[in-house]
């Protein structure tokens, strides 16, 4: 069955960086759009970045562009999200999803459980 | 890059029908059929429940039905039932540029 486990969250503070990972299982991993969606407390969902299957094709929210980098191992399975320049307003559950198409976004039928990124000093 | 708009929230009674709209543009919503919607308990991951404006998965009920107009969608939930009292998000493909956006999300109470 699917399976997407984040890892690499935790604290950090106001200017650092830290990097998420999301292992992927069950599925062909390298033939699929994925996606980093943040939800902060108490606040909705917000789409902050896509990969086509290929990692060529990169796609960032505003609130982003600049200070994170989406990247995927095809070899490996997994996909990563490298996040600098941290602020407050980026505390966070980040979850990865599976996208049902190749190069655009259709719809995610599968979630991660979600990992907390908190920054605070 | 500003969220589709849905109503903060919604209710009604066991056995009711409720409906949650998704506005956006003709650059999202109004411009493509990948218009999806998620159901969200409280510290758990969202749960799709509709794809493409109106397809259901095999895992929701036959009660959650999709539609759209123009720049806007809608998510009907009929025969309304306890468990149904969550969150809803809509989301959208919205080009190469923005990507993807989300609703601004709805609580739906059973009263």
């Known amino acids: 069955q699917v399976q997407l486990v984040e890892s690499g969250g935790g604290v950090v503070q106001p200017g650092g960086s830290l990097r998420l990972s999301c292992a992927a299982s069950g599925f062909t991993f390298s033939s699929y759009v994925m996606h980093w969606v943040r939800q902060a407390p108490g606040k909705g969902l917000e789409w902050v970045t896509s990969?086509?299957?290929?990692?060529?094709?990169?796609y960032y929210a505003d609130s982003v562009r600049g200070r994170f980098t989406i990247s995927r191992d095809n070899s490996k399975n997994t996909l990563y999200l490298q996040m600098n320049s941290l602020r407050a307003e980026d505390t966070a559950v980040y979850y990865c999803?599976?996208?049902?198409?190749?190069?655009?976004?259709?719809?995610?039928?599968?979630w991660g459980q979600g990992t907390l990124v908190t920054v605070s000093s | 890059q500003s969220a589709l708009t849905q109503p903060r929230s919604v209710s009604g009674s066991p056995g009711q029908s409720v409906t949650i709209s998704c506005a956006g543009t003709?650059?999202?919503?109004?411009?493509?059929?990948?218009v999806s919607w998620y159901q969200q308990h409280p510290g758990k991951a969202p749960k799709l429940m509709i794809f493409?404006?109106?397809k259901r998965p095999s895992w929701a009920p036959d009660r959650f039905s999709g539609s759209k107009s123009g720049n806007r969608a809608s998510l009907t939930i009929s025969g309304l039932q306890a468990e149904d009292e969550a969150d809803y998000y809509c989301c959208s493909y919205a080009g190469n540029y923005t990507f993807e956006i989300f609703g601004t999300g709805t609580k739906v109470t059973v009263l």
């Open positions: 990969i086509g299957f290929d990692g060529r094709n990169k």
């Open positions: 999803a599976k996208d049902r198409c190749r190069s655009i976004s259709c719809y995610s039928a599968y």
């Open positions: 493409d404006v109106s």
């Open positions: 003709r650059s999202d919503v109004g411009g493509y059929n990948y």
